[in-house]
Antibody, heavy 121, light 109 residues
Framework: EVQLEQSGAEVKEPGESLKISCKGSGYSFSTHWIAWVRQMPGKGLEYMGI????????RNSPSLQGQVTISADKSTSTAYLQWSSLKASDTAMYYCARIYSGSQADAFDIWGRGTLVTVSS | SSELTQDPAVSVALGQTVRITCQGHSLRIYYASWYQQKPGQAPVLVMYGKNNRPSGIPDRFSGSNSGNTASLTITGAQAEDEADYYC????????????FGTGTKVTVL
């Protein structure tokens, strides 16, 4: 079964660092882009960026440039989303998703269940 | 970056047809994909490309495209179709990025 397994919920204080993970299984992890998607409480889906695990080619959304770091380890089929100094406004659900690239369109075809990050003092 | 605009909310009577639209410049270049999200759950891909349904998605879901508008139609809406729906496409600004629509809440009456 093709799936993405995300790490568990986190509760952090402002200023702390954090790294959450997304482990792929059931397919060739190295050859599919992985996207990170943010959903703030009661809000819509927001694209954060993508990574190609095969060579770690990374594209960060211009609107979030510098706020997070996306990385991957193809040897463990795991992608990561990292913050060096969290803010209360980082409180959100974070999803990873596999990108299917077809002849007609790209699609986020497999999603993780999400990691809830709560930042509060 | 590009923007994709959706109506915030639509309602449909049980068994009737509802069309959800998504407008944006990027749709003149790229096909949209569509995602259904129910409360407390991760999004699920329901449509992509010209009119492609992933395995397991009922055939009451269909897609269409015209100019800068993509549409998702539910023919014979069921109670379980009540959810938020988001469109998505590649960003038309040249870089390899994506953009989500603003989302549409579908209520089945």
């Amino acid at each position: 079964e093709v799936q993405l397994e995300q790490s568990g919920a986190e509760v952090k204080e402002p200023g702390e660092s954090l790294k959450i993970s997304c482990k792929g299984s059931g397919y060739s992890f190295s050859t599919h882009w992985i996207a990170w998607v943010r959903q703030m409480p009661g809000k819509g889906l927001e694209y954060m960026g993508i990574i190609y695990p095969g060579d770690s080619d990374t594209r960060n959304s211009p609107s979030l440039q510098g706020q997070v770091t996306i990385s991957a380890d193809k040897s463990t089929s795991t992608a990561y989303l990292q913050w060096s100094s969290l803010k209360a406004s980082d409180t959100a659900m974070y999803y990873c998703a596999r990108i299917y690239s077809g002849s007609q369109a790209d699609a986020f075809d497999i999603w993780g269940r999400g990691t809830l990050v709560t930042v509060s003092s | 970056s590009s923007e994709l605009t959706q109506d915030p909310a639509v309602s449909v009577a049980l068994g009737q047809t509802v069309r959800i639209t998504c407008q944006g410049h990027s749709l003149r270049i790229y096909y949209a994909s569509w995602y259904q999200q129910k409360p407390g759950q991760a999004p699920v891909l329901v449509m992509y490309g010209k009119n492609n349904r992933p395995s397991g998605i009922p055939d009451r879901f269909s897609g269409s495209n015209s100019g800068n508008t993509a549409s998702l139609t539910i023919t014979g809406a069921q109670a379980e179709d009540e959810a938020d729906y988001y469109c998505n496409s590649r960003d038309s600004n040249g870089d390899h990025h994506y953009v989500f629509g603003t989302g549409t809440k579908v209520t089945v009456l």
